[in-house]
């Protein structure tokens, strides 16, 4: 069930992609976020970035009623604190990645471009703007968006990540993926993330 999932940066939960999930890690490694700069602003309701995992996606296990019922309810705060503020990056953050959870994609890329507007080029929430295209199965988004935050930080391991996954699971080009995997595990070869790639190499090298 792994082999096709996405990793996202921000608090929340775990987004399944076809057979897998996309790289929030089930973990969000140790690192946190990759070692992007944190959004500015504090988001209310909203953990720590680099704090749990995006959303289940399908044939993943979904989040349950009260879990949805209080991300509803941050996503109703941030959004009067938006409409007092709308310049609080970490409010626009912090919607997103509760409107990712909810499974309210469309309304989620709007989120994080509006901080991204505000605050351009951080890898973290670039990264969770491509777990949500792909989610929407725009796949040439999501490729352009983790490899966007790869060229503003080369060691940002979730994007590396998922540049493996959607070149592995959605665009048909193992070497592509391989390539990422091998950068990932080169730049923190004891990482939580490290041990995900090699199983992901296994998979790909075992077709």
């Keep these: ?9 921000a608090g929340g939960l775990v987004v399944g992609l076809l057979a897998g999930y996309i790289i929030g890690f089930e973990v969000h490694d140790a690192q946190g976020r990759g070692g992007g700069a944190a959004p500015q ?6 953990p720590p970035p680099g704090m749990g995992q995006l959303p289940p996606g399908p044939g993943a296990g979904g989040p349950s009623q009260a879990s949805l019922m209080e991300a509803q309810q941050r996503i109703d705060m ?3 604190l938006l409409a007092q503020d709308p310049k609080n990056v970490g409010a626009w953050v912090a919607l997103g990645n509760d409107l990712s959870d909810t499974r309210q994609f469309p309304k989620a890329v709007d989120a994080y471009l509006a901080a991204l507007k505000l605050q351009p080029g951080n890898p973290d929430v670039i990264t969770d703007l491509g777990v949500v ?9 999501a490729l352009a968006a983790f490899e966007q935050a790869q060229a503003i930080a080369p060691t940002h391991l979730q994007s590396l990540m998922n540049i493996g996954v959607i070149s592995a699971f959605r665009k048909n080009d193992p070497a592509r993926a391989a ?3 091998k950068k990932l595990i080169e730049i923190a070869p004891n990482s939580p993330a490290a041990a995900e790639a090699r199983q992901r190499l296994a998979s790909i090298n075992a077709k």
């Design 1 to 9: 069930m792994k082999n096709n999932v996405l990793f996202g940066t």
């Design 41 to 46: 602003g504090l988001a209310m309701g909203q």
């Design 78 to 80: 941030n959004q009067r």
């Design 133 to 141: 295209y792909d989610q929407l199965a725009d796949y040439d988004k």
């Design 179 to 181: 390539k990422a995997w």
